[in-house]
């Protein structure tokens, strides 16, 4: 049975149709990863999941139906989304940007979360008394992912997470995504150009081109699907 389920007629903003029959299941722990030109509608997948767009169809979450909730009820029942751009809070601490991740559970257990993911990942400690808005690239996005992750998510949903990075931080991010997710049993839907990084660590995924999915499949098999190679693998 799937985590979350995504059966959308349509979905939008206002009277503008970005995505059109798009359905896809996500399994407890398991990692899909869409492609997309920019453009293609992958952001408003997400962001449709969020609550933050109108949509048409059903989005269930263990069963639960999502559609119509409120962005902060959607988050309440187990999505994290770490948007592109990072989305951390620069004029919050580090700490701060942590606990407001953590703000829908017992005070007590996000501090002590937070003092976890801080020592996980060292730069983040040695500035966690400083704005977010002082950190790299590097350093915000991993703050991002921490943030989301201290809500103990279901599913996190991320959007371009290698956008603006160097390639060696690009490897770390992706190398640490993986990581957590082999620790917490975490399911992940990323949003990704970097397709080589980003099949690495997917189970399944999809391509999305003019706001309907055009290719669907194993990450192996995508990765060794000629049309995709030209186009996102550079091959």
């Known amino acids: 049975m799937s985590l979350l389920s995504i059966d959308v007629a349509s979905a939008g903003y206002g009277p503008v149709t970005v995505l059109r029959d798009v359905a896809l ?3 407890a722990g398991g990692r899909l ?22 949509v048409e169809g059903s989005i ?3 069963g639960r139906e999502l559609t119509g909730m409120p962005t902060h009820r959607v ?8 948007p592109q751009g990072r ?9 701060e940007n942590l606990l407001a991740g953590g703000s829908t559970r017992p005070r007590r257990e996000a501090a002590a979360d937070a003092a976890q993911w801080l020592e996980r990942f060292p730069r983040l400690a040695e500035r966690a008394s400083r704005p977010a808005s002082g950190l790299s690239g590097g350093e915000q996005q991993l703050l991002a992912i921490a943030r989301a992750f201290m809500a103990r998510p279901r599913v996190v949903l991320l959007d371009e997470p290698s956008l603006g990075l160097a390639p060696k931080i690009t490897d770390e991010v992706f190398a640490t995504l ?7 049993g975490t399911a992940m839907l990323v949003v990704e150009q970097n397709a080589e ?5 997917a189970e399944e995924a999809v391509v999305i081109e003019s706001g309907t999915i055009t290719v669907r499949g ?5 990765r060794d699907n000629d049309d995709v190679r030209r186009a996102y693998l550079g091959v």
């Open 75 to 82: 988050a309440a029942s187990g999505i994290a989304h770490v």
């Open 178 to 184: 993986d990581e957590i997710g082999r620790e917490t």
């Open 60 to 62: 269930r979450l263990d």
């Open 218 to 222: 194993s990450a192996t098999e995508l």
């Open 87 to 95: 989305g951390t809070f620069g004029d919050l601490t580090v700490r």
């Open 25 to 27: 299941e996500i399994a």
């Open 33 to 54: 990863v869409v492609l997309g030109a920019n453009g293609a509608g992958k952001t408003t997948l997400l962001r449709t999941i969020s609550g933050l767009c109108r």
């Open 197 to 201: 990084l980003a099949l690495g660590i």
